[in-house]
């Protein structure tokens, strides 16, 4: 499956600041991932999908291997764990999958490259980012290429076969991975790369970005304070 078949048509928060989404997503994700409290974790899940619901096929498409990974958390239940600490931890990725998705994922790379380096981020950090994400997509691309190929070539033969044929297309397309890279690297540097890209987007903060930051501090503000009264043994009155 080809990444760009999962991108979002839409962005909900189109216009907002790239630095103040990269902050916020910061925030959010990390008040989810502390949030001890169900209805909270399942409120974050509810104001997620409704921002994403013109999106929603798109989202529950990203959510599947997300939760696929997420029942692997359910088998020390039939070894006697609690339930209630299973779901808690279920309901955190599920809340930092959506938050992330709503934050980042519409942005384009160089937005997103861009608000790193804004942000001071270490210039090596960004470049491998941008760098990975470029090859993500040459890795995809090549293997469904031979996976088509191969698909068309195919006369029989039982399902060793096939695995075998499998294992060669994944082993060549990372061995074919590391020779672009190797080659890309020499080409970068000969050409005077010094390890940082330049940023290619203009920002402009304004009155919305500081409201939605200061929304998505008062979320972990929030979160970290339940968090500490969770560990401390303190009840509400």
Not at 69 to 92: C, D, E, F, K
Not at 147 to 176: D, K
Request: with cysteine.
């Amino acid at each position: 499956m080809y990444l760009d078949r999962l991108e979002f048509a839409s962005d909900p928060l189109r216009g907002f600041d790239g630095r103040c989404r990269v902050l916020a997503a910061t925030a959010v994700i990390s008040a989810a991932v502390i949030t001890v409290n169900i209805v909270l974790l399942c409120g974050m899940i509810a104001i997620s999908l409704a921002l994403l619901c013109r999106e929603i096929r798109v989202t529950a498409l990203r959510l599947v291997p997300v939760n696929m990974m997420t029942l692997l958390l359910w088998v020390p239940v039939l070894a006697g764990a609690s339930p209630g600490n299973m779901a808690i931890y279920t309901l955190r990725i599920n809340a930092a999958a959506l938050f992330y998705m709503l934050f980042l994922c519409p942005l384009r790379v160089s937005v997103l490259a861009s608000a790193m380096t804004a942000l001071h981020a270490p210039e090596k950090l960004t470049a491998l980012f941008v760098l990975t994400w470029r090859y993500i997509f040459l890795l995809y691309g090549g293997i469904a290429a031979s996976l088509a190929s191969m698909r068309q070539r195919q006369r029989g033969g039982g399902h060793l076969r096939r695995w075998r044929s499998l294992a060669a297309v994944f082993s060549t397309a990372i061995v074919r991975a590391v020779f672009r890279a190797e080659q890309v690297s020499r080409a970068m540097i000969n050409r005077g790369f010094d390890g940082a890209f330049p940023p290619t987007a203009v920002f402009s903060w304004r009155l919305r970005d500081s409201l939605l930051l200061a929304g998505s501090m008062a979320v972990l503000l929030s979160a970290a304070a339940l968090f500490v009264f969770s560990r401390s043994g303190a009840r509400f009155p």
